[in-house]
């Protein structure tokens, strides 16, 4: 959507390698959420931020609401990890509003 | 995984037919949401509950859709005459009053034939 902007629209990654995904944020949001999507729909929840940084395995995601931007960084990739992956900024009337995702795919 | 249940998982329907799909929200969690994502992965915001109330909903909510949560049985989101442009995937998803965190289901993914 408008509000959220997200990049890179696709990304390939060999298995092992790492990479980042960015979602830059056009109005202040108080907090943003990563999904990863699989192949039949599921929304699978990633993080939740306010501020700050969390890392999950080799999942790790920063949100700086100053500058208006949150990244998600994936290290040592996995084909598990292939899927399209959305960020969503918080909006106080409609809950989110989520950019058009990144379609990660990871090969052998 | 997720505690948000959809049914059903798939829904065909003919032009004009009504298509309904339902959703238990995780337990305890009084707001509902329901979003649309389309083929180009654009989710819409369509309608929200807290408890059986409709906080917001979007104008083609309110003309073409029929929504509800009643209390003790699961929340409703119908199309009264289904069209090509509706195919989609409908995610219902829910939280905690005091957490802004939202849990999606599995959605139901609707192709009107």
């Known amino acids: 959507g408008d509000q959220v902007e997200q990049s890179p629209s696709a990304l390939s990654l060999h298995e092992g390698t790492s990479s980042a995904l960015r979602c830059n944020f056009t109005?202040?949001?108080?907090?943003v959420q990563w999904f990863r999507q699989n192949s039949r729909g599921s929304l699978i929840n990633l993080f939740y931020?306010?501020?700050g940084t969390k890392e999950n395995g080799r999942l790790k995601s920063a949100f700086d609401s100053k500058e208006l931007y949150s990244t998600l960084h994936i290290r040592d990739a996995q084909l598990e990890d292939s899927g399209t992956y959305f960020c969503?900024?918080?909006?106080?009337?409609?809950?989110?509003?989520f950019g058009l995702g990144t379609r990660v795919s990871v090969f052998p | 995984n997720s505690k948000v249940i959809q049914t059903p998982r798939y829904l065909v329907k003919g032009q004009g037919q009504k298509a309904k799909m339902r959703c238990i929200p995780e337990?305890?969690?009084?707001?509902v949401f329901w979003y649309q994502q389309n083929k180009n992965n654009e989710f819409k915001f369509l309608i929200n509950?807290?408890?059986?109330?409709?906080?917001?909903q979007i104008d083609m909510t309110e003309k073409r859709f029929s929504a509800e949560c009643p209390s003790n049985s699961p929340c409703s989101l119908e199309i009264q005459s289904s069209e090509a442009g509706d195919s989609a995937l409908y995610l219902c998803?829910?939280?905690?009053?005091?957490?802004?965190?939202?849990?999606f289901g599995h959605g139901t993914k609707l192709s009107v034939l």
């Open positions: 998803a829910s939280r905690d009053i005091s957490n802004e965190r939202l849990f």
């Open positions: 109005t202040t949001t108080r907090s």
């Open positions: 931020l306010a501020s």
């Open positions: 969503a900024a918080r909006n106080y009337a409609q809950g989110l509003t």
């Open positions: 337990k305890g969690h009084p707001v």
């Open positions: 509950f807290q408890n059986q109330e409709v906080l917001q």
